[in-house]
């Protein structure tokens, strides 16, 4: 149980363009999902929380404009990083836990590999 | 706010030989803690969780963790690495919302 998907894994793109990622809990509900971001060799840097039906809440020094996050359903949250360039390349991950107390785990995507060109 | 602290990025073994990862926290009031592994190019799995009640937890492939309150330590052991768990650790922690704070990882290399 609680199993988190997230697509694509891998993308590459020139720069410029508009990339989409999208986080799925396959069988439990998430009001709440986190985006982290990974550089090589380092741990997991949180970039915002992902609400169910509110706006996120972004860490500080992360581009709101830059990375956009729907939380459209309990079950789905995209993270679209616009006009992206050579500097957005890195690993992206996203978690979310069934349920709310700090208690319960985070289970993770599998993450996406974003290399800008 | 929490903080966590893992000491060496980097831990090489022998196989067969013990396994010890260190994670230490610090917090106002005792958080919740979680040691995650991570393989190359992939998202992160649950090792092991400590919640309340019994200070040693037992987690999969064989880890368990003993969380210290005294010494503010949850530390990864096991008894006999296999070469399967070459991989990176991320201890973390989180007080009363889900929000986690994750240690900086390390990377153990297993040696045949």
């Known amino acids: 149980g609680a199993v988190v998907s997230q697509h694509p894994s891998w993308v590459i793109c020139k720069s410029g363009t508009s990339v989409k990622i999208e986080c799925r809990s396959l069988d439990f509900q998430a009001t709440t999902m986190f985006w982290y971001r990974q550089f090589p060799k380092q741990s997991l840097m949180l970039m915002a929380t992902?609400?169910?039906?509110?706006?996120?809440?972004?860490e500080q020094g992360v581009e709101k404009d830059k990375f956009l996050i729907n939380h459209a359903s309990l079950t789905l949250s995209t993270l679209t990083v616009t006009s992206a360039h050579p500097e957005d390349s890195s690993f992206y991950i996203c978690?979310?836990?069934?349920?709310?107390?700090?208690?319960?785990?985070?289970?993770f995507g599998d993450g996406t590999r974003l290399s800008i060109l | 706010a929490q903080s966590v602290t893992q000491l060496g990025s980097h831990v090489s073994v022998s196989e067969g030989a013990l396994v010890l990862l260190r994670c230490n926290y610090s917090?106002?009031?005792?958080?919740?803690l979680f040691w995650y592994v991570q393989y190359p190019n992939q998202g992160l799995q649950l090792l092991l969780k400590?919640?309340?009640?019994?200070?040693l937890v037992k987690g999969i492939n064989g880890f368990e963790a003993e969380f210290k309150k005294s010494e503010t330590s949850f530390h990864l052991t096991k008894p006999s690495a296999h070469m399967s768990d070459a991989a990176e650790y991320f201890c973390a922690a989180s007080g009363g919302y889900q929000k986690v704070t994750f240690g900086t990882g390390t990377k153990l290399q297993v040696i045949p």
């Open positions: 917090s106002s009031v005792p958080p919740y």
């Open positions: 992902s609400n169910e039906g509110s706006k996120a809440t972004y």
């Open positions: 400590y919640t309340t009640g019994a200070t």
């Open positions: 978690s979310a836990s069934p349920g709310q107390g700090g208690n319960q785990p985070q289970h």
